[in-house]
């Protein structure tokens, strides 16, 4: 973990922390006991980019954790600032998370510095289904570039799972067959598609916002 | 320029492109006279990607542009990805891209490759001001974290533009007190706050979705 973020976000969900690193003076002292101080040097090391902010933490990648809500469903996303992206959509607006398929680790460095702390502050299901959450009473909603109902259509969902597919590839056909729902996002515009980020996003803030009252 | 769909976008625009390399045989032979045929190895030292997807082209940046219809204006965004996801979140809404402050370079071979051929189905003006906009018939509207109006106000405007501040900062208290609505996209959860490209999409969506026939 790496930032005053990430590493404070953590903290303060009373996560786990095997050593925290940081520059003598640096806030987290008051909210850790056994900080190692290190010199700037030291940090640079530690961390994953090349002008960290410290603090720097280590944490073990905590077990998989099943979405008890409404969720972005990230099927094989390969870019993990995407991914990231959409962890700290989904926190903001009150939904989980279910990672599926094969795409960039959500628990990697690249991934946790793009959710800017969102990694704890929702839960995030790792190796995830359409047939589990079905099971589960979810209504999986795929995103589709054409051809899908409109936006709307999010409104009178209580448990949705909202599954978004690879930059380069959307979703899989058997995804989008097994989904209840296919939506479409309108784009009045010339671009084929948007971005995969963008695209989730677009629809969570539909969904919350349109649910009254939830989550 | 780098990659199939940023060339692509490019030339069927009718841009002018300085010169264009390719491997022999790349598809970009059927659409320009004069390509360069290189090996592989000397498409590498060409483009700013590692591992670059051919062609590779060359384009004088063009002048500036001024917005003729609702656009997203970014003020200061430091990251070129989120400057390139929010052309290409315009460019698929219809609206047009005004770029202001002393943020990312909107032409950047990064931002380029982020909008994904954005930059050939919009305008983009530079050095943008408030003034300058209010004088040309626009409301400006601030997107800030806390305290705005309800994004359903955005759905009485013809000419829109939506101020998006930086990653780190937001806007600036100046661009704030000139605006003429100040907007704010509820958020249910437990974040301070999305990606300034998310944040600038969820807004091009609604000012989009809500003006019946338009843009």
Not at 53 to 81: F, H, K, N, T, Y
Not at 185 to 199: D, L, T, Y
């Amino acid at each position: 973990l790496e930032g005053p973020n990430v590493v404070l976000a953590a903290i303060r969900a009373g996560r786990q922390l095997e050593t925290v690193f940081a520059l003598r003076g640096d806030p987290v002292e008051e909210m850790v006991d056994d900080v190692v101080n290190v010199e700037s040097e030291v940090l640079e090391r530690l961390a994953p980019t090349q002008h960290p902010r410290g603090p720097v933490a280590v944490m073990a990648i905590p077990p998989s954790e099943p979405v008890v809500r409404s969720c972005l469903l990230l099927w094989s996303l390969a870019d993990p600032g995407n991914v990231g992206t959409l962890i700290r959509t989904a926190a903001a607006f009150g939904m989980d998370v279910a990672v599926a398929g094969s795409g960039a680790d959500p628990w990697a460095p690249k991934t946790l510095r793009a959710a800017a702390g969102g990694h704890f502050r929702t839960r995030i299901e790792i190796d995830a289904s359409v047939a589990s959450l079905k099971e589960r009473g979810f209504t999986v909603v795929a995103t589709v570039p054409r051809s899908g109902v409109g936006t709307d259509r999010l409104r009178d969902l209580a448990n949705a799972a909202i599954a978004v597919g690879s930059e380069a590839h959307g979703l899989p056909a058997d995804v989008i067959g097994q989904s209840d729902l296919l939506v479409t996002i309108p784009m009045p515009g010339k671009m084929e598609s948007v971005n995969a980020a963008v695209a989730g996003a677009i629809l969570a803030y539909e969904l919350t916002r349109a649910t009254p009252g939830a989550p």
